[in-house]
């Protein structure tokens, strides 16, 4: 299978605590995006990558959201000090420079507790 | 923001009959309109786009309609199946940021 592959897909986690969300694009894929998505809501992006160089951050991600993609390849997006509102589905998507379409991973659904 | 809105939240059709899912957009520096299926547990799949120079594009069963004037596109599934059964985003392009709209649950009743 050469979709998008995230992990874990599920994560519970207690307030306070940091996660961290691992995501493999479509290998010749060289831009990656990472969005968060909340019950009746489409994704709202949070970020997005070429090659290894993070290009563009939306307001959504405080400081509390770090994203990296250091070869270029895979993405994790680690979040510190969770809190309550930050449960939500976090999906990863692939595209290739020039095309419309992204293709979108299963997701990682966070419940903090 | 909500610059891109899909006022329905579901839609529900005959097998064989035609379905037409709606989206609104108001920010006219998107260049491309996308849709994307969703199904349970799973992440959205791209379906079908269009570039914001034309106004109509058709893959098989499914064609996206868009009128720039009125800044709306629709997507039309004809003839529709229970297998459509889904929720569709319409998504909009400006740059390198993409909006998606909230969904639509689309039911196909055998």
């Known amino acids: 299978d050469t979709g998008v592959s995230q992990d874990p897909r599920h994560k519970i986690t207690k307030r306070g605590q940091n996660v961290t969300f691992r995501c493999d694009p479509i290998?010749?894929?060289?831009?990656l995006y990472w969005y968060r998505q909340t019950l009746g809501q489409g994704p709202e992006f949070l970020t997005y990558?070429?090659?290894?160089?993070?290009?563009?951050k939306s307001r959504l991600l405080s400081d509390r959201f770090s994203a990296e993609r250091p070869k270029g390849s895979f993405s994790t997006l680690e979040i510190q000090r969770t809190e309550q509102g930050d449960s939500a589905m976090y999906l990863c998507?692939?595209?290739?420079?020039?095309?419309?379409?992204?293709?979108f991973g299963p997701g990682t659904r966070l419940t903090v507790t | 923001d909500q610059q891109v809105k899909q006022n329905s939240p579901s839609l529900s059709v005959q097998e064989g009959r035609i379905s037409i899912l709606n989206c609104d957009y108001t920010n006219s520096m998107f260049d491309y309109f996308l849709w994307y299926k969703k199904y349970p547990a799973e992440g959205p799949t791209f379906l079908i786009s269009i570039s914001s120079i034309k106004d109509k594009n058709e893959d098989g069963r499914f064609t996206v309609f868009l009128n720039k004037s009125a800044k709306h596109l629709s997507l039309h599934i004809v003839p529709s199946q229970p297998g459509d059964s889904a929720v569709y985003f319409c998504?909009?392009?400006?740059?390198?940021?993409?909006?998606f709209g909230a969904g639509t649950r689309l039911t196909v009743k055998p």
């Open positions: 998507a692939s595209s290739f420079s020039g095309l419309p379409g992204q293709y």
């Open positions: 990558f070429q090659n290894e160089a993070q290009l563009e």
């Open positions: 290998s010749e894929h060289n831009r």
């Open positions: 998504a909009a392009r400006a740059n390198n940021d993409m909006r």
